[in-house]
């Protein structure tokens, strides 16, 4: 479990992740918001369904990928929450990775 380090004065701000609310903080990428919110996975490995996390948290290992605001395969840890985004999450890459 993740959790902040200490009281943080940014602003919150709110995404939909499948369809259920989560509050961020703005600035948050998408993949810090999900650990520190506390969803279970972010994905699912394209052979198996087994679950999968952001590891590297830095653009490398795309572990984190994920649809946003319907654009699928971003890398979720680098790509910062805004208010109103929808995100959804996928198994696997879906199609070509750009
Ligand atoms: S967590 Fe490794 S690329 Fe996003």
New binding site residues.
């Given amino acids: 479990m993740f959790r902040r380090l200490r009281d943080d004065p940014r602003a919150a701000v709110t995404i939909e992740l499948d369809g259920e609310t989560l509050t961020a903080l703005e600035g948050d990428t998408v ?1 810090a918001a999900m650990l520190t919110a506390g969803v279970g996975h972010t994905g699912a490995t394209p052979v198996g369904g087994k679950a999968r996390l ?12 994920m649809e946003i605001d319907g654009v699928p395969n971003r ?4 790509v910062r929450v805004r208010d109103g985004m929808k995100v959804r999450r996928q198994s696997g890459a879906i199609g070509p990775v750009e």
């Fill in positions: 993949a952001p590891y590297c948290m830095m653009g490398v290992c795309f572990d984190c990928l890398q979720a840890c680098l």
